[in-house]
């Protein structure tokens, strides 16, 4: 019996959901890739929203590695040989989904763009949210700076020391 193609990522994240509920935590993003000969199952979790404990500790990604790669193992859905990876989205994590957008929104912000506005491709500012397709922030002035999305190559939590 051949196995249907399925997005490895879609499957990692359906067989992954209820476990992460369970453990107060939920899938930031995911992950498959090749980089040189080798293959990788990158999963990026995060507590959920409104948490006591806010960051993911290394006991959290253990448990769902061990969790993820007996699953994965019983189903065997993935022809290629590869690695496991299961980790925090980090302190500077990229924001990628719209509620991302919303959960971190009055949090300082690094901007990266894919072309110069202003003579500049990068910017940081306090994030304001997302507005009609468009990110928005506010400079160190106060100003409102808004960038359409698909010229945003990456927007990050900036990380300040």
């Not at 930031?28 to 080798?38: A, N």
């Not at 690695?83 to 924001?95: C, H, Q, T």
Request: proline share 2%.
């Amino acid at each position: 019996m051949a196995k249907a193609k399925v997005k490895v990522t879609d499957l990692v994240e359906e067989i992954a959901a209820p476990f992460l509920e369970e453990n107060g935590l939920e899938l930031y993003h995911t992950e498959f890739l090749k980089e040189g000969r080798d293959w990788f199952l990158r999963v990026y979790i995060d507590k959920k929203e409104g948490q006591e404990e806010e960051y993911v500790s290394t006991d959290d990604c253990e448990k769902v590695s061990r969790f993820l790669s007996e699953e994965l193992d019983r189903i065997d859905p993935i022809e290629q040989n590869y690695y496991l990876e299961v980790s925090s989205p980090g302190l500077d994590r990229e924001l990628l989904r719209d509620r991302d957008f919303v959960r971190f929104a009055g949090r300082l912000v690094d901007l990266s763009l894919y072309r110069a506005v202003n003579g500049q491709k990068a910017y940081q500012g306090i994030l304001v949210g997302l507005m009609d397709d468009q990110i928005v922030i506010k400079d160190e002035t106060d100003a409102e700076l808004r960038f359409d999305r698909a010229q945003v190559a990456r927007t990050r939590l900036a990380v300040v020391f």
